[in-house]
């Protein structure tokens, strides 16, 4: 499947080109050989994934510009990151383009939306002679890296996680 970022387009599909994803890469210190040993068609594979994660593990603020618009983004009421100026309705922003970028490579190197094995086993203790494990019971499998929430600005929005009490109402 061919990428489609054209920001407000009902076709869009992905966040982020390979070539914007690989001069994001370039830009960065290398880890491993992830990305650069990844043919065009495993990157945009991941691009393409990395890009509906985003919309869909990512309660954003704003609101979509356009009713058509096949991702959430372009986005209306966002500030930039320097908080003086709002981010145009008409693009994709870097901060979203470097954070898709990173979760792609991430996507690349292993699964991080299968479920958590600490949550699936239940795991509470474990004890063998004296090294003993504990979890806490607020343990949750975090899909959402940590550099690519801290790449997007705070106010933007958050990941969802899994763990929370609350619930969006929903009423038909």
């Known amino acids: 499947m061919a990428i489609v970022v054209t920001p407000g387009a009902s076709n869009a599909n992905a966040y982020v080109t390979v070539a914007e994803a690989d001069t994001y890469h370039e830009r960065r210190p290398p ?27 990512w309660e954003w603020n704003g609101y979509a510009v356009d009713a058509v618009q096949a991702m ?28 898709t970028s990173e979760f792609a490579r991430q996507l690349l190197a292993g699964d991080r939306t299968g479920d958590s094995s600490i949550e699936t086993l239940g795991l509470t203790s474990l004890k063998a002679g004296p090294v003993e494990l ?3 019971n607020a343990v949750y499998a975090k899909p959402v ?28």
């Not at 320097?82 to 979203?96: G, H, K, Q």
């Not at 705070?154 to 009423?171: A, E, I, K």
Request: charged fraction near 25%.
């Open 31 to 57: 880890v491993g050989t992830t990305w650069s040993s990844a043919t065009d068609d495993q990157k945009e594979a991941a691009i393409l994934w990395a890009s509906k994660l985003m919309d869909a593990l």
């Open 72 to 99: 959430l983004w372009p986005r209306g009421g966002m500030l930039k990151r320097n908080r003086w100026e709002y981010v145009s309705t008409t693009v994709i922003p870097p901060e979203l383009k470097d954070a």
């Open 134 to 136: 504990a979890f806490k």
């Open 145 to 172: 890296p940590d550099i690519v929430v801290n790449l997007i600005p705070s106010d933007w929005g958050y990941p969802r996680m899994r763990s929370t009490g609350v619930r969006d109402l929903v009423r038909d």
